[in-house]
Structures are given as C-alpha cells and as structure tokens.
Nanobody, 115 residues
Framework: QVQLVESGGGLVQPGGSLRLSCAASERIFTITTMGWYRQAPGKQRELAATITNGDTTNYADSVKGRFIISRSIAKNTLYLQMNNLKPEDTAVYYC?????????WGQGTQVVVSS
C-alpha cells in the first residue's frame, strides 16, 4: 500500500488560491492513477481531479477551469493548484493512489474558503 501525506490546506478568502501537495512513499511513475477527492460537511466524498501515469487528466465540472492537477516524478509528489476559490470548495481534501489494484488514501487536509 502506498503511504500518502497531504499538506497545504488552510483558510483562504473567496477568489484566493491554494496549492495542495501529496507526498507518496514510492516512485509515482509506478502508480496507475492519482487523484484528489474532497468531502464537505454532511456530504459524500467526491472526485475533484485525477491524473494517470500517462498524464491524462480529468476534472469534476465544478472545478474545471479553476483547479489544475499535476505531479512531480522527481519529488514523488502530487499537486492540486486551486484558483478562484469559492465557499463551496470548503472541504477536507484527500489524496488517492491506485497501484497494483490497491487504492490508498491520505489522511486529508482541510480547506476553508471564507471571508
């Protein structure tokens, strides 16, 4: 199982930006798909963005055009650049890795968008 550690969450005003990071315990070029999911209070966890080991990306409609998922093979790290944040983006953001048929999750990082 891949160990994942997220960081970069915090409090930001509407319209602001944050960059989340997810450090992986193994070389990420061996991981089939990595992604960011989020869970708002009282709601189910939902997909925000994913990226494959071929660098194909996929975004939820709610974040398309505002969020950018990327990865650094050299640093074994997944990123989520979040721009033009809205209050509805408030959630705990989780990193996920799918490798060798096994899904691994990080512990989550809180993002609060509020004035």
């Amino acid at each position: 199982q891949v160990q994942l550690v997220e960081s970069g969450g915090g409090l930001v005003q509407p319209g602001g930006s944050l960059r989340l990071s997810c450090a992986a315990s193994e070389r990420i070029f061996t991981i089939t798909t990595m992604g960011w999911y989020r869970q708002a209070p009282g709601k189910q966890r939902e997909l925000a963005a994913t990226i494959t080991n071929g660098d194909t990306t996929n975004y939820a409609d709610s974040v398309k055009g505002r969020f950018i998922i990327s990865r650094s093979i050299a640093k074994n790290t997944l990123y989520l650049q979040m721009n033009n944040l809205k209050p509805e983006d408030t959630a705990v953001y989780y990193c996920k890795a799918e490798a060798r048929g096994i899904a691994s999750w990080g512990q989550g990082t809180q993002v609060v968008v509020s004035s």
